[in-house]
């Protein structure tokens, strides 16, 4: 079975500043695309495999349940 991925607006933000941080302040765009990659196939494994990440650690978050995926320096919650 598999699960939509529903990105927030600022999830989506972020993702964006993160990589113009990246691309324009770190001036390297090869790890810009290598980034969104991660992203990506953490988006496909979430499709399929909700339950894969870790619940996170602090209280509030694990009792709605959400979940963390790091990537790279960043860590993103998912739901």
Do not use: H, W
Request: charged share 20%; glycine share 4%; hydrophobic share 45%.
């Amino acid at each position: 079975m598999a699960y939509k991925i529903v990105e927030t607006q600022l999830a989506g933000q972020d993702l964006d500043n993160i990589l113009e941080y990246i691309t324009v302040s770190l001036m390297n765009p090869t790890v810009a695309v290598a980034f969104v990659d991660k992203v990506e196939k953490c988006y496909i494994a979430l499709q399929s495999m909700p339950l894969m990440y870790e619940l996170c650690r602090d209280k509030q978050l694990r009792f709605f349940g959400y979940r963390k995926v790091n990537i790279g320096n960043y860590i993103m919650l998912a739901l």
